[in-house]
């Protein structure tokens, strides 16, 4: 018997997990990490610290005014000293150019290493691309979206998925991708399942399900970083809606959807 999704909720790595859910109209209500760039190991660890830090220690980070600044800060009250070494650079994704752009980084959860100046490459990465949170409605909009992300997970977990779109990858081995990724959940206390889809350059459309621990893999062949940087600008975009089509239809073929309003979480 199929299990019961009652709630899935998009995690990133951007836009296109939400446009997913939209489509195939999956999305009944809003997730705290719709229209992020965030990586999945970052989303678990905010999830494990029941969104504590999510709206703390926030960067504003704009290079053509070379203006850095720190905001509700809870942790710290130095900003991380990258932030200042990329003023340096021109700012962007693949090829879109951020230069004029104001970024807000929750930089809890982000590393010592140098940061690239295409935030493509960062391994770890928090930016609240579409939210000003700087607007205390905004603010607090998104903080009643982690109240109620909390409140299904505590109330729903066994009725709950997360779903995840990765930025193009190169694998040398997808298996231990794979259990990579069952280990970090592991690690992080994440219980309901996970649903993943996997872009890569050099492997073959497959699909993988665990039962046990409550993933659901499949892999996406598609054009490596330097093809769809030159031809698109923006990785794994959603040229149609056919796009996703047949991974749809895998995971309809693993779940049934039931999905509930978000006025009806109790």
Same mark, same amino acid.
């Given at each position: 018997?199929? =299990?019961? @999704?009652?709630?899935?909720? &998009?995690? &990133?790595?951007? !836009? ?17 990490? /719709?229209?992020?760039? @965030? ?29 850095? #600044? ?11 000293? *990258?932030?200042? %070494? ?5 700012? #962007?994704?693949? &090829?879109?150019?951020?230069? %004029? ?23 770890? $990465? ?5 939210? *000003?949170?700087?607007? @205390?409605? $905004? ?40 259990? #990579? ?7 992080? &206390? @994440? ?8 872009? !890569?350059?050099?492997?073959?459309? *497959?699909?993988?399900?665990?039962? %046990? ?22 990785? *794994?975009?959603? =040229?149609?809606?056919?796009?996703? +089509? ?12 039931? =999905?509930?309003? +978000?006025? /009806?979480?109790?």
């Amino acid at each position: 018997m199929k =299990p019961t @999704i009652q709630f899935i909720f &998009g995690l &990133g790595y951007r !836009c296109y997990s939400v446009d997913f859910l939209n489509l195939y109209k999956l999305r009944k209500m809003s997730s705290p990490f /719709d229209y992020l760039y @965030i990586d999945l190991e970052t989303a678990f660890k905010v999830i494990h610290n029941r969104f504590d830090d999510y709206l703390h220690d926030i960067v504003l980070f704009n290079r053509s005014t070379t203006n850095i #600044g720190l905001y509700y800060n809870k942790n710290t009250t130095l900003i991380n000293k *990258n932030f200042y %070494e990329l003023l340096e650079k021109d700012i #962007g994704y693949m &090829g879109h150019n951020y230069n %004029e752009n104001y970024l807000l980084f929750n930089q809890n959860y982000l590393n010592d290493e140098k940061f690239d100046n295409n935030l493509y490459n960062w391994k770890n $990465i928090f930016c609240f691309l579409h939210h *000003n949170i700087l607007d @205390i409605n $905004i603010y607090n909009t998104l903080n009643k979206r982690c109240e109620r992300f909390n409140k299904v997970i505590d109330n729903y977990n066994e009725t709950t998925a997360l779903f995840y779109i990765t930025k193009i990858i190169h694998c040398e081995n997808i298996v231990d991708y794979m259990n #990579g990724i069952v280990e970090l959940k592991k690690k992080y &206390g @994440i219980n309901c399942f996970l649903i993943l889809i996997i872009h !890569c350059d050099n492997v073959e459309d *497959n699909t993988h399900y665990n039962e %046990e621990d409550k993933c659901l893999f499949i892999i996406k062949k598609g054009d490596d970083y330097e093809t769809q940087n030159s031809k698109y600008k923006i990785d *794994n975009d959603m =040229p149609n809606n056919d796009y996703y +089509k047949k991974e749809f239809d895998i995971i309809s073929n693993y779940f049934t959807f039931d =999905p509930i309003e +978000k006025n /009806d979480v109790v």
